[in-house]
């Protein structure tokens, strides 16, 4: 739902763009948009966007992707030449999609066979294809295979490389989108640390460090001496809230490098220290004249950012003076010169062109119109970082998404009045929802099973490997979502989220399943 996605979208449509919506609840901007800009041109229609709302099960894309596989062999639309000359493993593929039962796919998906035919055709007869996904894929058991079938869909009809078509992952927001490229990764391969330490000219460390869910677990085994954080609400953005927060009080010292105050500075260490900093959105001034900073957009794009707010405080300190004066402090010995990279941010970016692939000349780059992207072969050129330099398709049996009997899956996702961990109000005008966050949404069929009213007031419990993890005093209200399934806000409902229930392979906490059972609140309704 975020503006300039749907107004892309719109365009789009314009154009004779089909729109597929798959998500478990219905979202407004895609049945109903409108650009806030067009009520001063007095128009005042507003655009359905999506063609068809596939009303998925959570956790069963996978199975209705499976579905789409096999109405796609059926109808054709293979790009065989593409297949054979920029791919791998095709035939092990389709053989597990050709094997796998409709009754499966029909009972994990929650969607009828009509359903996924018709829109099976639409994707067969596509000439060009975009998958987009987010957190709602990523944040499964099965989060990486998933997004693999994905892949798995579009490189059939050989959607890769050409115009209007490939895959678009809605990832992290753009100040801190750039991280991976500029090598902020616990587990870089040899050959980006081997450009680094050749631009550096410095050596550095090869033992891979922690993800965030390892972080955590090293907090609590004491194994942490310090947490540094730049920016961000760590305790309210990471899963498992009170594991976290008794983590984190493990750790001797917390050095936070934040704009505003959040939940994370009272949840502290043996000892711990706020440095303020600038925003993106104030003026930042040093001694060769005001500087910009650089950030990458979701689509690959590095561009300028540049602040012209009056600073809240003339003490303020951007970021990287911040960082360039604990290093210049505390390295003892070191070929940079870190406060001279500060008086002008350039000289940051001559680093990182001798650092980076895909970075040369980056301050010629970054300083035309709407900056540069950086290298993507499959756009580029249909070449691929792998071995044979080929994409490889996946094969995957469907997931287990069986849950015990009297339980619910849940999923966490975001209101209107949110910007991540930020919380601007209690209204969602997205779901028609007011006045408060502590909200479950539950198909009105099982709360009638129930004999709940709207508005009862409820315990979580969720459950994983024997261990509970319990909540007091939710709502629940009937919404439009699968039986079976329930929603709730993040973060308020962080806390359900068991640390060690991760993702095979990316260890991403599985915020989009949460097994878990629901009690009344001893004494009555909300309103009560």
């Known amino acids: 739902n975020h503006p300039r996605m749907l107004t892309a ?23 109903r948009f409108k650009h806030p800009q067009d009520y001063m041109k007095l128009d005042l229609k507003s655009t359905k966007l999506s063609d068809i709302h596939l009303q998925v099960k959570i956790g069963g894309d996978a199975a209705l992707i499976k579905g789409l596989i ?7 639309g293979l790009d065989s030449e593409f297949i054979q000359n920029h791919t791998t493993g095709f035939d092990s593929m389709i053989e597990m999609a050709k094997n796998t039962p409709w009754k499966n796919i029909i009972d994990d998906s929650g969607i009828e066979r009509e359903l996924i035919e018709r829109v099976g055709k639409m994707c ?5 294809t975009i998958a987009c996904w987010a957190m709602g894929l990523t944040q499964h058991r099965n989060g990486v295979s998933v997004i693999q079938e994905v892949v798995n869909l579009l490189l059939i009809g050989g959607h890769v490389g050409k115009k209007g078509a490939g895959f678009c992952p809605v990832r992290g927001h753009s100040n801190v989108q750039g991280d991976r490229t500029v090598g902020i990764w616990e587990a870089p ?46 305790l309210s953005a990471t899963p498992d809230t009170n594991y976290t927060a008794n983590a984190l009080s493990k750790v001797d010292l917390i050095v936070q490098v934040s704009t505003k105050l959040n939940r994370s500075h009272i949840v502290t260490g043996k000892e711990a220290i706020i440095l303020p900093c600038l925003g993106r959105t104030e003026s930042d001034m040093q001694s060769s004249g005001e500087q910009f900073v650089t950030v990458e957009n979701s689509m690959g794009i590095v561009h300028r950012s540049q602040g012209s707010l009056k600073p809240a405080s003339s003490s303020l300190r951007s970021e990287p003076w911040i960082v360039a004066s604990l290093a210049s402090n505390t390295l003892e010995s070191t070929p940079i010169n870190w406060m001279e990279l500060v008086d002008s941010y350039d000289g940051i970016r ?29 756009r580029d050129s249909r070449s691929f970082n792998t071995n044979d330099g080929k994409a490889h398709f996946t094969t995957h049996e469907l997931p287990d998404v069986e849950i015990p009997n009297g339980h619910f899956v849940m999923m966490t996702l975001r209101s209107h009045d949110q910007y991540n961990t930020t919380i601007y109000g209690l209204d969602d005008r997205y779901r028609g929802i007011k006045g408060n966050r502590r909200i479950i949404m539950m198909n009105p069929h099982d709360m009638l099973n129930r004999g709940w009213k709207t508005r009862q007031l409820i315990d979580i419990t969720s459950h994983f490997k024997g261990k509970e993890r319990f909540s007091k005093n939710w709502i629940v209200i009937p919404y439009d979502i699968p039986q079976g399934n329930l929603a709730s806000y993040f973060p308020e409902a962080n806390e359900l989220v068991p640390i060690d229930s991760t993702a095979d392979l990316s260890n991403t906490p599985t915020s989009k399943w949460i097994v878990c059972s629901l009690s009344e609140t001893y004494g009555s309704t909300e309103e009560e």
């Open 350 to 378: 001559d680093l990182m062109s001798d650092c980076l692939q895909g970075c040369e000349q980056y301050n010629e780059r970054v300083r035309q119109t709407n900056g540069f992207y950086l290298p993507n072969p499959p």
């Open 9 to 31: 979208l719109r365009d789009a449509k314009k154009y004779g763009t089909k729109i597929i919506h798959v998500n478990p609840l219905p979202e407004a901007g895609l049945e």
């Open 124 to 128: 067969a007869n596509s000439n060009a």
């Open 70 to 76: 096999k109405v796609h062999l059926e109808n054709g």
């Open 189 to 234: 391969s040899d050959a980006f640390l081997d450009k680094m330490e050749m631009g550096l000219k410095v050596s550095l460390p090869r033992k891979h460090g922690h993800d965030v869910v390892n972080s955590i677990i090293a907090m609590d085994k004491g194994e942490v001496g310090v947490f540094f954080c730049m920016g961000g609400n760590f």
